[in-house]
C-alpha cells in the first residue's frame, strides 16, 4: 500500500525542488544546455586535433628537411674544398699578374734575342 500525497498549494506557488540543472538554466530544457556544451567541447575538441595534426604534420616535414641537408653535408664540404682551393689560386694570380704586366716587353725582348 502507498500512501497518498495531497498538496494543496497550486503548482505556480510550488518551491522548485532540485539542484542547478534540475528545470533548465533561464528557460531552455536541460537537454538543450547539455547539447550545446557538449557541442561546444566537441568543436574545442576538433579544434585541438587539428592544430594537433598541424603539428605533427610540421614535425614530420622539418625531420625530412633536415635528414636532405644532413644528405647534403659531404656535397658541401667538396664544394668548400674546391672554393678555398680557388681562393688560393686567384690569391697567387694576384699576386703574380702586376709581375707579368711590369716584365711583359722585357720578357718579349728575352725571348727575341734567344
Do not use: C, T
Amino acid at each position: 500500500m502507498s500512501m497518498i500525497k495531497i498538496n494543496l498549494v497550486p503548482e505556480l506557488e510550488r518551491k522548485d525542488k532540485g539542484g542547478f540543472l534540475n528545470g533548465g538554466v533561464g528557460g531552455y530544457p536541460q537537454e538543450i544546455i547539455a547539447g550545446v556544451l557538449v557541442a561546444v567541447f566537441g568543436l574545442l575538441l576538433m579544434i585541438h586535433a587539428v592544430f594537433g595534426g598541424i603539428a605533427f604534420w610540421k614535425i614530420i616535414e622539418r625531420n625530412i628537411l633536415q635528414a636532405r641537408w644532413n644528405s647534403l653535408a659531404a656535397d658541401k664540404k667538396m664544394v668548400d674544398e674546391v672554393s678555398d682551393r680557388i681562393r688560393v689560386i686567384q690569391m697567387k694570380m694576384a699576386a703574380v699578374r702586376p709581375i707579368m704586366a711590369a716584365n711583359s716587353i722585357l720578357w718579349s725582348g728575352f725571348l727575341k734575342d734567344v
